[in-house]
């Protein structure tokens, strides 16, 4: 069964800490993996999106990894701001659709990330 | 920057009802999609739709749901007799047209309260 696992499910931090978020998937095939962040109440945003051959990709403070062997993947965010504080989904696609469209996405329970002052 | 729009953004209905759940996706996109989240939970696909049809659909998109472009522009989810265990927050979200990576453009979202 396609899954999205997540750890922690919760994590407080102090402002200016770094911390690293976990994921694990057994998507088959896989497409690939991305890292949203969610306020509350509101949609997902994306933060990064990677293929099976990327390995890390940055966006400002946020670092994501992806291993596809062992199908982990991790989001890093350094130097935490207050405004961080959201809930983190790891999301992944599968394969696309059919009739060429787009496949549907596979999320995560998420991580909520409390940035403390 | 464009981005996907929902209304309303709350909406209450009794159980039984109808409700429509309205979507405007990012214009030139040709790729659209109902997600629902129910509070606490994950969020959980529900449909995607291309070229006019649906291109695919999760075991929670029941015949009680039904989605339509009625338009260019708007993007509707329907449920017909709605049950107590549809509340949730339902997002649209759309993707461009030959996108690699499956991008997806998530709106903020409606909330449904179903009484």
């Known amino acids: 069964k396609n899954q999205v696992e997540q750890s922690p499910q919760s994590l407080i931090i102090l402002e200016g800490k770094n911390c690293t978020l976990q994921c694990n998937y057994t998507v088959s095939p896989f497409s690939n993996l991305r890292w949203y962040k969610q306020d509350t109440g509101r949609g997902p945003v994306s933060l990064t999106i990677m293929t099976f051959s990327e390995n890390t990709k940055s966006n400002g403070r946020y670092t994501a990894t992806l291993d596809a062997d062992t199908k982990q993947s991790s989001l890093h965010i350094t130097a935490s701001q207050l405004s961080d504080s959201a809930s983190y989904i790891c999301?992944?696609?599968?394969?696309?659709?059919?009739?060429?469209?787009?496949?549907?996405?596979?999320f995560g329970k998420g991580t909520k990330l409390s940035v403390k002052p | 920057e464009p981005e996907v729009t929902q209304t309303p953004s709350h909406q209450v209905t009794q159980m039984g009802q109808e409700v429509i759940l309205r979507c405007v996706p990012i214009?030139?996109?040709?790729?659209f999609y109902w997600y629902r989240q129910i509070l606490g939970q994950k969020v959980e696909f529900l449909v995607s739709f291309y070229n006019n049809e649906i291109s695919e659909k999760s075991e929670i998109f029941d015949d009680q749901f039904s989605v339509e472009r009625p338009d260019g522009s708007n993007f509707t989810l329907k449920i017909r007799s709605t049950k107590l265990e549809d509340s949730a927050m339902y997002f649209c979200a759309s993707g461009p047209r030959g996108s690699s990576y499956n991008e997806q453009f998530f709106g903020p979202g409606t909330r449904l309260t179903v009484l």
């Open positions: 999301v992944v696609s599968g394969t696309l659709g059919r009739g060429g469209s787009q496949g549907n996405l596979i």
């Open positions: 214009s030139n996109h040709l790729y």
